[in-house]
């Protein structure tokens, strides 16, 4: 179901004046014959809110509801274009917009907490058949052909939130990935046995 008042909630810490700020700095809409990045950030994000299961799915109901699209400054979606841009466009955007609000996350928490809490891990995404197994078979390990998640989570008494992610071929290591992070002083790291590093463990120490 489309409820506006979740989109607000979500919106409120990314205006679009400042979204549309990052993609002229990426030229993202360059050539988006008039289906621009906000247009594929809000139906994305509709996409994650509403658990569609596909492009179908997520063009029959975000059309549905036509009369929210003005308050978002979106517009109806066609499966086909959504699918084009997806496969187009510049990452780069929604990444640099996704470690924005992680930033301002982070900026939260440590200002209600004197002590952060930061829990440490990744998830593998399983990426296997047709279209996949030319660019993910050559990276694949004993247990995952596809690709690999890392999520630092911030936490608190009251909730998780994420404040720094990447992604990676399948094949490689935790630490490796935890070790490019910037460390936070006076933080307490949370993470298993797969961060075995005794030198980065002195760093944070």
């Given at each position: 179901m489309f409820r506006i008042n979740r989109f607000q909630a979500?919106?409120?810490?990314?205006?679009?004046?400042?979204?549309?700020r990052i993609v002229a700095q990426h030229g993202a809409d360059k050539h988006s014959k008039g289906f621009s990045c906000w247009h594929q950030l809000v139906a994305m994000v509709y996409a994650q809110l509403s658990n569609a299961s596909s492009l179908r799915t997520l063009e029959a109901g975000f059309n549905a509801a036509v009369g929210s699209h003005y308050h978002l400054g979106a517009r109806p979606v066609?499966?086909?274009t959504l699918a084009e841009s997806l496969g187009k466009r510049d990452p780069e955007v929604f990444a640099q917009s996704a470690r924005l609000l992680m930033s301002q996350a982070k900026r939260s928490l440590r200002r209600d907490s004197s002590e952060l809490l930061l829990l440490l891990d990744s998830t593998s995404v399983s990426l296997k058949g047709l279209g996949f197994d030319h660019w993910t078979s050559a990276t694949r390990n004993s247990r995952t052909q596809g690709m690999k998640l890392h999520i630092l989570l911030a936490h608190d008494a009251n909730q998780s939130l994420p404040i720094a992610q990447s992604m990676t071929h399948a094949n490689v290591n935790d630490v490796s990935e935890a070790i490019a992070l910037p460390l936070e002083a006076g933080a307490i790291y949370v993470f298993d046995k797969g961060y075995c590093d005794y030198s980065w463990w002195h760093r944070i120490a």
């Open positions: 979500v919106f409120q810490h990314l205006p679009k004046q400042t979204f549309d066609r499966r086909s």
